[in-house]
């Protein structure tokens, strides 16, 4: 029954605020973001932004990614607490011969994976592009598995990339599938910036 008076109450996002009320009412959560639609990354982003703005610290590992796309510059200029790491060179990765130094990077940033999780320092993290590494066997499913299972209660990890195996999508709390309906790259339309990176 509302007064018609407005009895919101303001609320200021402040570190201790935050961990105060994740320390009280929740553990973090699992969200992994999958299929052959576009937008995956993009919602993971979106996730961040609005983390960033209740005043989490957000780490994202972009696995197989080289090139700084436009989400990297932006945190990089204008988020800072958002951190972004890219894990990969610019270019295109065999799926059924990866080349070393591919199996090497992704390694690499499951290690630095491993790190952030553990250091405390992030209220969320998201590897962005796992599913495709964990596929394309660079990194193992049961170093995922296990890292999922023994990852800090209170931290939100969010998973990205095509190909989410089944353990994986069952671990995780919530599990998006992007359908592709259509896509403007059929029609001839290239990529560009803004759009795709």
């Given at each position: ?55 989490y610290r957000v780490c994202v590992i972009q696995f197989m990614k ?108 919530t599990v998006t599938e992007m359908k592709e309906i259509k896509h ?13 990176y």
């Amino acid at each position: 029954m509302t007064t018609g008076k407005d009895i919101s109450i303001p609320v200021t996002a402040d570190e201790d605020g935050i961990k105060k009320i994740r320390d009280r009412f929740g553990k973090g959560i699992v969200m992994l973001n999958t299929g052959n639609g576009k937008g995956k990354t993009t919602a993971a982003f979106g996730q961040a932004l609005r983390a960033v703005g209740n005043g989490y610290r957000v780490c994202v590992i972009q696995f197989m990614k080289g090139r700084p796309y436009g989400e990297y510059l932006a945190a990089e200029k204008y988020l800072p607490n958002l951190k972004v790491h890219l894990v990969g060179l610019d270019s295109f990765v065999m799926r059924d011969n990866p080349a070393p130094i591919d199996i090497e990077m992704a390694k690499e940033g499951f290690s630095l994976a491993q790190k952030v999780m553990a250091s405390g320092d992030y209220d969320m993290v998201i590897l962005d592009e796992i599913n495709v590494a964990v596929d394309f066997k660079l990194i193992s499913l049961e170093d995922v598995v296990n890292l999922i299972k023994n990852k800090p209660p209170a931290l939100d990890l969010v998973l990205t990339g095509r190909y989410a195996d089944p353990q994986l999508t069952e671990l995780a709390d919530t599990v998006t599938e992007m359908k592709e309906i259509k896509h403007h790259y059929a029609a001839g339309i290239k990529d560009r910036a803004g759009i795709e990176y």
